[in-house]
Each structure stands twice: as C-alpha cells, then as structure tokens.
C-alpha cells in the first residue's frame, strides 16, 4: 500500500496540535515546486516491510527503499557508540537523520509513534503551531523533527547476516545493548560482549529479556540469575537432540521438527520432566569437551570451584562436580535455606559465575541453533 503523503503529514502535526479545526488548517511546508514530483517519488520507493517490538517495548520498523534494506530505530545511538558499530564487520552503516530525505523522516514519525519532547510552551508556539497554522508557507519539516523523540536509522548490507532476517527483532536488542540506559548491571564487560554476541548471531529460540534482565540489573546476584534461567531453558535440548537423531536413523530422512520443539512436546504431550541436576551436567559436559578454559577460569576466580580445575581428558565425575555446585549456588539464590548453611558467595564470585554461564550459552546457540527464517 502507497503511504500518503497528507496523512503522514497530518500525523506529524497532530504530536503539537490538538484541536481538530487547527489541525485541519495546519500545514508543513512543502518542497520546492520543481523538486515536488521528486519528493513523491522518493516517498511512493518507501516499502514497510515489519513492525519490531523488542525489549522494553522499543517499537522499530524495517522498510526498504530503492533496493536497500533499513531499520528504524526510536532512539539516537550516542556518538561515542558509533565508532563499535562501524568497527564491528556486521554489515551496518549508521545513517545520521540529517541525511534522510524529508519524505523518509515523514514516513518514521509516524512508523516510529515519535513522541513530542516538550520545551517552552511558547518556543513550539512560534517555531511550530503558528507557522503551521497562519504562516504563508507551513512549518519546516525540520523544526518539527527538533522537538520530536530522537530516532536512528541503519541501513543493512547485503552481506550483513541480518539481511535475510525476516523481524531484525535480534538486530533491535543489539543495538539497544549499546545505549547506557539498558546497562547498568556490575556484571564483566566479558558478559556485556557475549550478550552482544548472542543478539549478533541472530538465532531462533532466544529469550532475550532475561539477557536484558540481567543487564540491568543493579546486583550480580540478580544478574547471575537470569543468566541462569536462558541456560535452563536449554535444559532439554542435549536428550532431545539423542532422540531426534535417533528418530532420524529409524526413518531414514529428516523430520521437520526442531530439538527445542521437540523438548516442548516430550514435555507437555508425555509428560517428561528432566532431572535439573542431570541436564545441567549434559550440558556442561559437552561445553568442556568444546572447551576446557572457562572452567579452569572460573577454578582461578571463584573459591568454590578453586578445587575443581580440569587437566587432561575430562573426567565425568569433573563436570558433575561442577554442576552440583553450580546448581547449589542457585538454588539459594531462589530459595531460602537456614543461613549458617549457605555458601558465602561474594560480588564477585556472582559476577564471575554470570560470566561462565554465558560463554556456555554462547557456545549451545551458536553451535546448533538456526538463524531466524
């Protein structure tokens, strides 16, 4: 469908102007008469593509436009967090509002709900409402853009792994990692970078509120929780994956079912229940035949695993050694037990747990999870 360009137009002066008869008169000054067939143009090459509500009820919006690809986003990337972006191979380019066409910013006031960001009551008199209303001409677009929300635009490469993405959902909670109000957990920036890493790679099966949770976290404790909870949710996938691969030599051909979907089945439809323990063994069993660094990391930095390194072939006893602490220090996380029997863990030891957990989650959806299709 064609966007219009009255109605856009309309929509923008409707965030100052309220009354229906003013809003009727109102106008935004339009494009010199030999550029106006161009401006149009520019607006009729404009093809919505998907609406992306990622976290924090961040509303974006993917649009193409004359055989490049873009995401809007509702807030302005802060400079200093450019330069990551332009050094991070990802196949995007930050494009500055000033070098959009008018009729591109017209199309995202309204994509993008912009909300007014109210100054003086009379400064948007005179810069927006009596222009708009009684001036010869309408309002310059631009100082409608002045007092609205801030807004970025992204355009995505072919070559970007986010160019075939249908939502771009995981390519909104990247960029949102990069804005300081979605930051504020004492977690390592080793986790920040992993967190990043995850939303990069853009797999299906990824909860990422609970990676945000623990962003903004205020206490390592918390952090170290929800971090927990994406691992558990991988929980089924390594028996799953046994079965699967199993149904799949029986019947000779692939089935059209993912490991995690078909968990989900074993559990609502059967009845299956894991044994949290065991499945957070299997996993970690298999994140140490992968890599033995991070637990020996985790020996050097957190006193309860300081007797657990790993050195030559890795004994199953190792891992369940791990996992049985591992699992300890959540459970009193989540419950309380009597307080001269708990682990004394500190700020850092969470911060650190936090931080292994991660890589493990990293490894799994990297590994063998599918990018969205």
């Known amino acids: 469908m064609s966007l219009n360009a009255i109605e856009l137009a309309s929509f923008a002066l409707s965030r100052f102007i309220h009354d229906t008869e003013d809003l009727a008169k109102a106008r935004i000054k339009p494009p010199p008469r030999e550029l106006r067939n161009h401006a149009l ?58 070098e959009l066409p008018e009729a591109i910013s017209l199309y995202l006031i309204r994509a993008l709900e912009l ?20 001036g010869e001409d309408g309002v310059e677009l631009t100082a409608i853009l002045r007092y609205l929300q801030k807004y970025s635009v992204i355009r995505i490469s072919e070559a970007s792994i986010y160019s075939s993405s249908p939502t771009a ?24 970078q992993t967190i990043r890493a995850i939303f990069h790679s ?36 390594p ?30 439809e059967l009845g299956w229940r894991l044994v949290e323990r065991d499945a957070l063994t299997n996993l970690l069993r298999e994140y140490a035949d992968y890599r033995v660094d991070p637990f020996n990391e985790l020996a050097d930095n957190c006193e309860f695993f300081s007797k657990l390194r790993l050195a030559g072939p890795v004994k199953a006893t190792q891992i369940t050694h791990y996992a049985e602490m591992l699992y300890k220090i959540r459970n009193q996380t989540v419950h309380q037990f009597w307080p001269d029997e708990e ?27 599918q990018r969205i299709t």
């Open 115 to 134: 909300a007014p960001i109210y100054g003086n009551e009379l400064t948007i008199i005179d810069e927006i409402i009596s222009p708009a209303i009684d």
């Open 169 to 192: 959902n995981h390519l909104v909670n990247y960029l949102i990692t990069f804005q300081d109000w979605a930051v504020s957990s004492p977690l390592a920036e080793s986790s920040l």
């Open 202 to 237: 853009d797999k299906d099966h990824l909860i990422g509120r609970n990676l945000f949770w623990a962003l903004e976290s205020k206490s390592p404790r918390y952090g170290f929780l929800e971090c927990y909870r994406t691992l558990e949710f991988l929980f089924g996938f």
């Open 239 to 268: 028996r799953s994956k046994k079965l699967l691969d199993s149904l799949k030599k029986i019947g000779k051909a692939s089935l059209p079912i993912s490991e995690m979907e078909l968990a989900r089945l074993c559990s609502n």
């Open 343 to 369: 682990l004394i863990v500190s700020h850092d030891d969470y911060v650190n747990l936090a931080d292994f957990i991660l890589g493990c989650i990293f490894y799994f959806y990297d590994k063998y999870f």
């Open 41 to 98: 143009q520019e607006l009729r090459d404009i093809k919505p593509v998907t609406t992306v509500n990622a976290y924090d009820g961040q509303k974006a919006v993917r649009y193409d436009w004359r055989d490049s690809k873009y995401i809007a986003i509702p807030f302005d990337l802060a400079h200093q967090k450019l330069q990551l972006l332009d050094d991070s191979e990802d196949g995007l380019e930050y494009l500055s509002a000033e």
